[in-house]
T-cell receptor, first 113, second 113 residues
Framework: DQQVKQNSPSLSVQEGRISILNCDYT??????FLWYKKYPAEGPTFLIS???IKDKNEDGRFTVFLNKSAKHLSLHIVPSQPGDSAVYFC????????????WGAGTKLIIKP | NAGVTQTPKFQVLKTGQSMTLQCAQD?????MSWYRQDPGMGLRLIHY???????DQGEVPNGYNVSRSTTEDFPLRLLSAAPSQTSVYFC????????????FGSGTRLTVV
């Protein structure tokens, strides 16, 4: 059973608009959440992280929101740029996973010009 | 600064053959790990190491061996390749912080026929 779920396999957004990528998790023991971006034929690249003691973390155009009661996190990208077209993975860890990352299946973001 | 270097980039094996995927990092990271990525799935942890001489199993360790004799190198050995091991393999490293992103290599695409 998937502990980290990204229910949208793909998302298409107009350049300049906001992109919102969603991630749900089932394990209430997860305390650390990370987002990665991946281009074809490359390894994932770390974007931003958040711990369970916070509900928001911001880094430039990227903001991650965490709703612990709903076991839901989201990544907002504002404004979206063509270079943001990639696959985005969320990953979580906690005591239950021995602090090793459990990954979602990814969401492919396409930024339309 | 090369980061994380994986070799080879591509490999075709026959069922039953063995081989070693190489991973080296030059950032003096204590933590290193191996993942596999299959279509439609997130990354799954095979083995990891928190320092030289220390290794542990991840989610999908069967059919793979690792060793960590130096901080820099973390090779992954396939003992007797099977078609189910056809996948893209990624090596990653980090200082070990739970909110710190991993640095990934560019991956090895392995096909077992």
């Amino acid at each position: 059973d998937q502990q980290v779920k990204q229910n949208s396999p793909s998302l298409s957004v107009q350049e300049g608009r906001i992109s919102i990528l969603n991630c749900d998790y089932t394990n209430s023991m997860f305390d650390y959440f990370l987002w990665y971006k991946k281009y074809p034929a490359e390894g994932p690249t770390f974007l931003i992280s958040i711990s369970s003691i916070k509900d928001k973390n911001e880094d430039g155009r990227f903001t991650v929101f965490l709703n612990k009661s709903a076991k839901h996190l989201s990544l907002h990208i504002v404004p979206s740029q063509p270079g943001d077209s990639a696959v985005y993975f969320c990953a979580a860890s906690g005591w239950d996973s021995n602090y090793q990352l459990i990954w979602g299946a990814g969401t492919k973001l396409i930024i339309k010009p | 600064n090369a980061g994380v270097t994986q070799t080879p980039k591509f490999q075709v094996l026959k069922t039953g053959q063995s081989m070693t995927l190489q991973c080296a990092q030059d950032m003096n990271h204590e933590y290193m790990s191996w993942y596999r990525q299959d279509p439609g799935m997130g990354l799954r942890l095979i083995h990891y190491s928190v320092g030289a001489g220390i290794t542990d199993q991840g989610e999908v360790p069967n059919g793979y061996n690792v060793s960590r004799s130096t901080t820099e190198d973390f090779p992954l050995r396939l003992l007797s390749a099977a078609p189910s091991q056809t996948s893209v393999y990624f090596c990653a490293s980090s200082y070990g912080g739970l909110l710190e992103g991993y640095t990934f290599g560019s991956g090895t695409r392995l096909t077992v026929v």
